[in-house]
């Protein structure tokens, strides 16, 4: 059977909140939620990340969904954003500071920012329990991704632990695109709102490490030369390749 189902599956889970950054993921992942709960509220975070583009991306991607999922559009509930600079000047990385791209010492690529994901969930645990939101929902990947410790899903599934051990209740953290390759989210995209959600992604996301915003190219703006420009490059070609499916 298909990871990527034709509907959504029956759940207890009424509302969300969705770990949004405005990228490629991110907002497949909204899409997603959308289609599933009730109430969707997003949450963002400001770590001084230099490409500050991401920022303006999340609004614009947010803005645009009501028209790429109209069906879904009431569901659409508040955006939260949450400051952690402080924290971002402690996790010094290649996407805080003006440091090179390249990998460490540890075979990790400098783009790290230590402990990243971890912060975000502990954030949003706190917000999804004050706002009484069931579910979080994060992008994290580790199929095709960059090597982040912080997003795979062991990673995950101890975190959800720790959070319900913390706040003594049951915190449930998905992760639809843990197992899917970067044409399998294009994919997922295409499913759940066709051709207008697939434009909302390529024209108003935001993935490139470097804040490029004046290359325009099949899969969206972007240097083409970072990681992350090259993930979603290739997994773009995959995908119109016709190359993305899993049966």
């Known amino acids: 059977m298909s990871v990527i189902l034709e509907k959504p599956p029956q759940t207890d889970s009424k509302t969300a909140l969705v770990l949004f950054s405005g990228g490629q993921d991110s907002a497949t992942c909204l899409a997603w939620a959308l289609e599933r709960f009730d109430r969707v509220e997003t949450v963002g975070f400001d770590y001084g990340q230099r490409h500050v583009v991401e920022m303006q991306a999340r609004q614009a991607v947010r803005d645009g969904m009501a028209g790429a999922l109209p069906q879904y559009a009431e569901r659409l509930g508040d955006d939260h954003v949450v400051d952690l600079t402080g924290y971002g000047r402690i996790a010094e990385s290649a996407l805080t500071a003006d440091r090179k791209i390249e990998m460490d010492a540890r ?12 912060i975000f969930l502990v ?14 929902v994060g992008g994290m990947c580790e199929t ?16 959800a632990r720790a959070l319900s051990l913390g706040l003594d209740k049951p915190v449930v953290i998905d992760t639809p695109l843990m197992w899917l390759t970067k044409a399998q989210t294009w994919e997922l995209a295409d499913r759940i709102g066709g051709e207008a959600l697939v434009e909302l992604i390529v024209e108003d996301s935001h993935t490139c490490y470097l804040g490029d915003r004046t290359h325009r190219h099949v899969w969206g703006y972007g240097c083409g030369e970072c990681p992350a420009c090259e993930l979603r490059a290739a997994g773009h070609a995959e995908w119109v390749a016709g190359e993305g499916a899993v049966n």
Do not use: I, K, Q
Not at 123 to 135: F, I, N, P, T, Y
Not at 153 to 159: D, K, L, S, V
């Open 123 to 136: 954030a949003a645990a706190a917000l999804a329990d004050r706002r009484g939101l069931e579910v979080l």
């Open 107 to 118: 075979g990790l690529p400098t783009t790290f920012v230590p402990g990243r994901n971890l």
């Open 144 to 159: 095709d991704y960059s090597g982040y410790p912080d997003c795979r899903h062991e990673t995950m599934e101890a975190m």
